[in-house]
């Protein structure tokens, strides 16, 4: 029956968005508003910006993350534009060197600085993990770059390119709803999506309505499975097995 209702909510909305009617408001986020201010001191200490959308793709479960971070290299390439900054895009993902040249060459043209974009801004180093690992922290360690950002699906390799950043002084922003690596994105990154964050912000930069309204309906589901958790509490304390009774309904 929940997830019937979760199902009718996310649908709702989503069309009531594409209508136009009513217009939803996503709250700002600290890490992307921090992207204009870490790229201008990657401007003005002439250094390049490290990107990466980690180890996913989009054609495994790491889908959703992988598309959330392409949009946050639009935005990313736009404001290295602007700045006059070089980008550098890294992806263990051949399929994916086409598209995010596309994403970074309209956003070097958007900001009215299409000639700086060049397609060797994407570096493609190959399929196996390791190797993506150790090429972004050899890159890093080598080029200094003044800010290194990873929004995606990140695995195992995230502490090592993160810590590389460190140890190179980057400003560093990052975001994945992959539970196990928030911890040490929490720790190491100066700005930071926390789990779902991610697909919100991805959401909000692509300005899709159908997306923004699924996550109001996915919203008002959390505070009906709040108010239901506390509703069970209550109850169970006065001796009345309400999660019990739900479940029989």
Known sequence: ??????IGLAYFYMKSAERKAPRYRIRKFPALEAIEEAVG??????????????????DD???????SGLAILGRVAEACGKAGVYLRYTTPRAYLVPVSQDIIKAGYMKSG???????????????????????????ILRERPAVNMIFGATLWETINQLG????????????????????????????????E??????????????????????DLYKILLIILFILAAVASTAGFNLIGYLSAW
Do not use: K, W
Not at 168 to 179: K, M, N, S, Y
Not at 197 to 218: D, K, M, N
């Open 1 to 6: 029956m929940l997830m019937v209702i979760c």
């Open 41 to 58: 001191r990657a401007a003005e200490m002439n250094r390049p910006v490290h990107y990466t959308t980690g180890i996913g793709g989009t």
């Open 61 to 67: 479960q790491y889908a959703p993350m992988t598309l």
């Open 113 to 139: 600085n299409p000639d700086m974009y060049s397609p060797d801004m994407v570096y493609y180093v190959g399929e196996y993990q390791t190797a993506f690992m150790t090429s972004v922290m050899g890159y």
């Open 164 to 195: 590389a950043g460190a140890i190179a002084g980057c400003i560093q922003l990052g975001g994945t709803p992959r539970l196990y690596y928030i911890p040490i994105m929490i720790c190491v990154c100066d700005y930071l999506l926390i789990g």
């Open 197 to 218: 964050e991610l697909y919100v912000a991805g959401a909000a930069l692509e300005g899709t309505p159908g997306s923004i309204g699924y996550f109001r309906g996915q």
